[in-house]
């Protein structure tokens, strides 16, 4: 018998199962795009989360190839914003003396054998030319790019702004037509005429496209401040109220992504709703929405509050002095604690919880289980307000619903019950279950300058990621307040750089301000190994199985927490990383470990740990 550990024995289990992309690069790199290495896993990055996302939302094979190389253009034209992007899995040449970047990557789709794709990155003066028919092709965002069918011409001269034909790319309108129809949209739902309206275009994030509305009223001839302005006593007009219209940018058609799209804008709806609700943090209300395709914009949309300020993530930061940038780290100190004061069930926060007042708990539903009887998995309202309980019945429940189909995957559920025994032992499922911002980073807080010691936080934003999870969850250290500018991309997002010495002096002060300005539980929860491993181990909780990746994560966070705490009794086999061959998949038993295999586990363990294990699992 030949035991299926490896990733591509795992990819063959199911016909449903898109493998992840492998990375198979061959990057061409100039000064101005920065290291090889680090462009190179910059894309990497990126193409593996536009793969588990196209993995999650979209059935359809031919679908998922249509939206993997579209949202793999704007993720990484969002990564490098002066180049143009195309990904293309057909016959090219791309010539000429401009920077470019090649990366090479494929997965074995549901149907027909593996599909691999280029994303190639350029700019001026370069040519890319497309041969052969068919395939998959998205052309690109960049700027000064002349396209003329599947020839794109672009010149030494390349500015910021994205070309028309990166808006067209996503089946959305150029912003200089498409402003009209906000514009009448405004005007109509505002009850404003034209020239009370203003849009602007912004910059969108993956998910949304966003455009600004502001709204300015001018006084009524009998109103007391028409009266002061026409006796040059005040303003002519208000100042105008400023509003964020967001619709998805999905590029896909289909009744399942129509249910996909309503669905997730019903869930930012819904999140942003419940924090602006019930915390004091400047958080956008939402004004409207609409969760139907039967609106002007033919999808849903939501229209929100804008919030004054400047993203930390852009150059904001990098303006500040010392002082300043110690005032924005003492108020990003206390947010995970105030956002992680709704308590709750475990999981994504209800729809019903809108027509809740804020004094009431909130409702939760709990994460879609897996069900091996339904078309899709299943939801229903969370009961679990113990953080162990939680692990340990999401444990149980994706073990048995690999049980004899993907049996070989059963050990991996085991060895994460196990972890979470040993994390209740150790004091970190102490405590309740909490909201969590879920991406509580600097691209999503906005900040104004009031003085050179003093700086706002004006807004809290992007709440898509949001849930209610044990409070491990909610206290990641914001590192980024102390990690070197010059570091690694593939590296700074990483949690074990929490854990790395400052190397300069601005570094070492902007870390004490947070040690000053945490409690004991906020220290341990971030910068503790076994809080960073729960935080992955939640992660592949949360979804289960579905890409190599999760498998590899799951595979690394087995292997650390064994490496911490072999007492434990926890191990990756040493074939676990082996990559089979065809042959040895097509004449492998796809069975679970033995009995006695799953007791030499156990031995190794505390007796009350294996009896609560197996009386759970077993």
Known sequence: MVRITSVLAFLAMGASTMASPTPDQNLVARADIGDKASAGAAVADVVGKVYHLVQDMIDDDIKRRQFFTQKVVQDVHAEFPNYNIVVCNVGYKLGGSGDSLIHKTSYKAKIGSNVSFDVIIFKGPNTFRRWGDGGYENLPPGSAANIDYSIIHCDEDQGDEASVAATVLYEQEPFDTFQHTVREFAMKHFHRDSSEVTIEKMKGGSYNRVIGIN???????????????????????????????????????????????????????????????RLPLPVAKVESYNLTMDNVFGRPYMIQTRHPGRNLANDLWKDLNIEQKKCVAQKITNLAPIIASIEGPTGDVAFEALSLPPCEPVRVNAFRAPDKHANEPTSKPATELDPF????????????????????????????????????????????????????????????????????????????????????????????????????????????TANIEPVNEEGRALKEVFLNHVSEKYKMFAFAPEAMLARRMFLILQEGMRSTWNYEEAESVIREWNELHPEDGIRVEESDSDVASDGEMEDAELVPDTESDREMDCSGSDDVVCYELQHVIM
């Open 389 to 496: 309980d939680y692990l340990l019945k999401r444990c149980k429940q994706w073990y048995d619903f690999e049980k004899g189909d993907n049996s070989f995957l059963e050990d991996f559920w085991y060895k994460f019950a196990v972890i979470t025994k040993s994390l209740e032992a150790r004091g970190f499922l102490e405590g309740p279950c909490v909201y969590v911002h879920g991406d509580l980073k600097p691209h999503n807080i906005l900040a104004e300058v009031r003085s050179e010691t003093d700086v706002e936080i004006t807004g809290i934003i992007d709440w898509d990621f949001a849930v209610i999870a044990p409070e491990f969850m909610a206290y990641r250290a914001p590192f980024w307040l102390w990690t070197p500018e010059d570091m690694n991309r593939a590296e700074v997002d990483k949690e074990a």
């Open 215 to 277: 709204i300015t009223s001018k006084p009524k001839t009998t109103s007391f401040h028409w009266l002061k302005s026409y006796l040059g006593l005040g303003k002519t007009t208000e100042e105008p109220k400023r509003y964020i219209l967001r619709i998805p940018r999905m590029g896909v058609e289909g009744d399942d992504v129509d249910d996909i799209q309503r669905k997730d804008m019903e869930r930012d709806v819904t999140t942003m709703t419940v924090a602006e609700s």
